[in-house]
């Protein structure tokens, strides 16, 4: 499978406790995207890498929340302390970019987040 | 603030009926408006990029086209397997920033 692979599929943990997610993207791509998902509405931006810089940070992305991609390669995704807010699904993407080309995002399955 | 507005929320259509998908927007500048199709418990699969108004993009049974403030998604003889949340968003050119901003999505059913 080529594709990009999102682990773990599905999290339940309590209030307050540390959470980290894990992204492989589709091995030549160098832009990797996180998005996050509540029922009934679209995905909403949270940050996104070109390699293993991150040059995007949304508002929404609060202190609690943190994410790295080292070597431009898998990224991970930690929200510390979790609250009952941060329950969502959280999606990540990669794409192919260059000045050239056109932004065709790739989406894995997501991580389901349920706080308790 | 970019915005993207999509209606109907739920479509339901019988196998052969074909329809149309709203999606309205309002964007500081158009990079891009993205069409992604959405089945449950997955994540969002590309359709099409549209870049400005006029232009059209066809791919089976699905056609989409953008006009200054929106876009639609045609969809002509639909079969069941069609049937996903369709999600719009689009691209702003202007701050500099990557983000997609997505609508709510249009939840469509195809009955046989």
């Known amino acids: 499978d080529t594709g990009v692979s999102q682990n773990p599929r599905h999290k339940i943990t309590k209030r307050g406790q540390n959470v980290t997610f894990r992204c492989d993207p589709i091995?030549?791509?160098?832009?990797l995207y996180w998005y996050r998902q509540t029922l009934g509405q679209g995905p909403e931006f949270l940050t996104y890498?070109?390699?293993?810089?991150?040059?995007?940070k949304s508002r929404l992305l609060s202190d609690r929340f943190s994410a790295e991609r080292p070597k431009g390669s898998f990224s991970t995704l930690e929200i510390q302390r979790t609250e009952q807010g941060d329950s969502a699904m959280y999606l990540c993407?990669?794409?192919?970019?260059?000045?050239?080309?056109?932004?065709?995002?790739?989406f894995g399955s997501g991580t389901q987040l349920s706080v308790l | 603030e970019d915005q993207v507005t999509q209606s109907p929320e739920a479509l339901r259509l019988q196998e052969g009926e074909s329809s149309s998908l709203n999606c309205s927007y309002t964007?500081?500048?158009?990079?891009?408006l993205f069409w992604y199709r959405q089945d449950p418990g997955k994540g969002p699969e590309f359709l099409f990029t549209?870049?400005?108004a006029g232009e059209e993009k066809e791919k089976e049974r699905l056609k989409a086209t953008l006009t200054k403030k929106e876009s639609f998604l045609h969809i002509t003889a639909p079969k069941p397997e069609d049937s996903a949340t369709y999600l719009c968003?689009?691209?702003?050119?202007?701050?500099?920033?990557?983000?997609?901003?997505f609508g709510k999505g249009t939840k469509l059913t195809v009955n046989p």
């Open positions: 993407a990669s794409s192919s970019w260059t000045v050239a080309t056109n932004e065709k995002l790739f």
């Open positions: 091995s030549e791509h160098n832009r």
């Open positions: 890498f070109q390699n293993e810089a991150q040059l995007e």
């Open positions: 964007v500081s500048g158009l990079r891009g």
């Open positions: 549209l870049y400005s």
């Open positions: 968003a689009v691209q702003a050119r202007q701050g500099g920033s990557e983000k997609l901003v």
